[in-house]
Nanobody, 127 residues
Framework: QVQLVESGGGLVQPGGSLRLSCVVSGFSLNRYNVGWFRQAPGKEREAVSC????????VTLDSARGRFTISRDNAKNTVYLQMPSLAPEDTAVYYC????????????????????WGQGTQVTVSS
């Protein structure tokens, strides 16, 4: 059974950092592409970053490029999103999602192609 569980969210002051974790089970990270997404209140869900089955990574969100870093630890079945220099605009529920590697690779994978989603973790950036 495929399962993704996010953690690491919370309340942080502007300029602070968080590291989100996505622990996966039921599949191997070297056979799936995993993405991080976020959804702020009243806004559509947007792609943040992704890591392919082969370890290649992309930061797809313009405002996160140069700030956020995605990585993974295959031994721990975990994908991370390191988020330094957080701003109030980064406030959102962050989700990780996975899709089996078969043809498309991120950043070209549309959201609806991700088959498995976690429950999300809230990130609030506020003073």
């Amino acid at each position: 059974q495929v399962q993704l569980v996010e953690s690491g969210g919370g309340l942080v002051q502007p300029g602070g950092s968080l590291r989100l974790s996505c622990v996966v089970s039921g599949f191997s990270l070297n056979r799936y592409n995993v993405g991080w997404f976020r959804q702020a209140p009243g806004k559509e869900r947007e792609a943040v970053s992704c890591i392919n089955y082969d370890g290649t990574t992309y930061v797809t969100l313009d405002s996160a490029r140069g700030r956020f870093t995605i990585s993974r630890d295959n031994a721990k079945n975990t994908v991370y999103l390191q988020m330094p220099s957080l701003a109030p605009e980064d406030t959102a529920v962050y989700y990780c999602a996975a899709t089996v590697a078969s043809g498309l690779v991120c950043p070209a994978i549309p959201q609806h192609e991700y088959d498995y989603w976690g429950q999300g973790t809230q990130v609030t950036v506020s003073s």
